[in-house]
């Protein structure tokens, strides 16, 4: 039985559209510090913001706390809270392949903290490996409290991955740079070291992705690449976003259109593609933040109503 703490703050100014509560809860023995803010009206549905990366709950440049209060003002509730040793939680740090048990405390919390939520009422929102364990949530969980899901520039770097994507966006892109071939004349780049490094590059970019190594005498694991495309076939409604200017975006493209077990799914008729041009990994200034907002808030509206 998961139970949770909560105490109720004052909203942003009377007659606020929506009010935010703290909670707390247990996770594994360990106890996970959220923040839940909660519409003034009706409930129509709820949001859960998954961390990524060495980050917590307020988000890099405040975009969960900002994100998390827009919609809540337009009638969804948002959880987003902090992963065992990240922010405020106790416990030991956990790498996204290991916060399946983070997520689903979580989701206990936030189906008891508003129960009026029932099956298919919860939305898991992620950007990079927050957007790879929501995935990899979907395939090791059979919750049917989950929806649908909000993915921003999935992260699935190898070696391999990382390096095909710089060769065809980076050093392609540097052939038609004025400036590069402007600075080689000049002799401000060391040729022999930029040609090193294109080479290493090509030669990794031609490697066989890795083999999944055993979990046991009998049973080979899963990358995680494969459980991330697992939970994604689910067929579950998904809201895509990637940002023009990321490299771990374009990896994702690139692996996406070549790996077996990701054939096709991006062309799933559940899949909601969105590029962003102008937009960099984090979505980091006001109108990329705001483009993020308003696709989000669309999505939830034609997906949840």
Known sequence: MTSSTSSLTA????GAPYSEEILSFPCAGEILPAVLARPA??????????????????????????????LAAEGYAVL???YRGMGDASGDLHNFEQVNPDIRAALDAFAQACPSLGVGSFQ?????????????????????RVGGLVLLNPWVRSVTSQARAQVKHYYAQKLFDKAFWLKLLRGEVAVFGAVAGFVKTWLASRRAAPAAGAAGKHTPALSFQTQMAKGWARGLPKLLILSGHDLTAREFIEYAGTDAAWQGLLARPEVERHDLADA?????NAEARRQVENLTLSWLQRTVG
């Open 280 to 284: 960099d990994h984090t979505f980091s």
């Open 41 to 70: 009206g009706p409930c129509r549905g709820g949001v859960l913001l998954i961390v990524g990366g060495p980050q917590y709950r307020v988000g890099s440049h405040r975009q969960f706390l900002l994100l998390s209060r827009r």
């Open 124 to 144: 898991l929102w992620g950007l990079c490996d927050a957007a790879s364990a929501a995935l990899m949530y979907l395939h090791a969980e059979a919750d049917a």
């Open 11 to 14: 909203p942003a100014s009377p």
């Open 80 to 82: 987003r809270f902090d």
